[in-house]
């Protein structure tokens, strides 16, 4: 099955892939790239499923620009106080904080990335929704992620640029999924730059583009390579979650 390449009217490159080989297959030839004029830094991936902008939840969810900032806040104030009981009573800094909740689903400045292609595929193609899934690969560099030394020094919400945080494993879902978040630092008008505005991160990008046709397939191959539900939620609500679309949605999806 041949490869399809076009270039978006962003100028992004866009690949359009059927199955796990595929993906797999031209991951590895932009690594290859990537490796010979020099850069063997990271990638990172996010599947979603639809096509829509890089932007974290907090913007996408709140549109007043001039009431995110105290919205935000009282979130997580809130959500500081009230979640000790669920996190052992263990005390967090501010970025473990905004790391917990954006991964149990409280809108956040954060924007969920994985260092796993196969992972960002499988939330791409997970959701049944009947249309093209995407997912985004970021060919990092050094200079984009928060040092040690940076974390000492500032927070989540005085980030003078937008940076990547690779977070602790404070969650079995961070280290399952292999988490790692893009931190979006806010405008003085209240909003925040979707990552494929920011020129620099925009160069580094590409998009993969899996046409809903293909997701019943690429499911099953994601399962048999152990990337499913469970493995990347693993709690119960992962295991039931997994357990019912292997024996009750995943066979009436089949073609016929």
């Not at 790239?33 to 939840?57: N, V, Y």
Request: hydrophobic residues 40%; glycine residues 6%.
């Amino acid at each position: 099955m041949s490869l399809k390449f076009t270039k978006s009217k962003t100028g992004l490159s866009e690949y359009t892939v059927a199955d796990v080989s595929h993906f797999v297959d031209l991951i590895a030839q932009e690594k290859q790239k990537e490796e010979s004029e020099g850069h063997a830094e990271d990638f990172i991936f996010r599947g979603q499923d639809t096509d829509k902008a890089l932007h974290p939840k907090l913007q996408r969810l709140l549109p007043d620009k001039e009431r995110r900032a105290d919205r935000e806040r009282i979130m997580l104030e809130e959500f500081r106080r009230t979640s000790a009981a669920f996190t052992g009573h263990v005390k967090v800094n501010d970025w473990d904080l905004v790391s917990i909740a954006q991964h149990h689903g409280l809108p956040t400045r954060l924007l969920d990335w994985t260092y796993s292609g196969l992972a960002a595929l499988w939330f791409a193609v997970s959701p049944r929704k009947r249309e093209n899934a995407v997912v985004f690969l970021l060919k990092t560099r050094v200079k984009d992620f928060i040092t040690q030394e940076e974390e000492d020094i500032l927070t989540p919400f005085n980030l003078p640029a937008t940076r990547i945080y690779r977070p602790r494993h404070v969650t079995p879902r961070i280290a399952a999924q292999r988490g790692i978040f893009t931190v979006h630092r806010m405008q003085e008008s209240g909003g925040f730059r979707a990552v494929e505005k920011i020129p620099e991160l925009h160069r580094r990008s590409v998009k993969f583009i899996i046409p809903f046709a293909a997701f019943h397939l690429i499911a099953q191959q994601l399962d048999g390579c152990g990337v499913n539900g469970f493995a990347l939620f693993p709690d119960l609500a992962g295991l039931c979650g997994y357990l019912a679309w292997r024996y009750v949605h995943f066979p009436e999806e089949q073609p016929h």
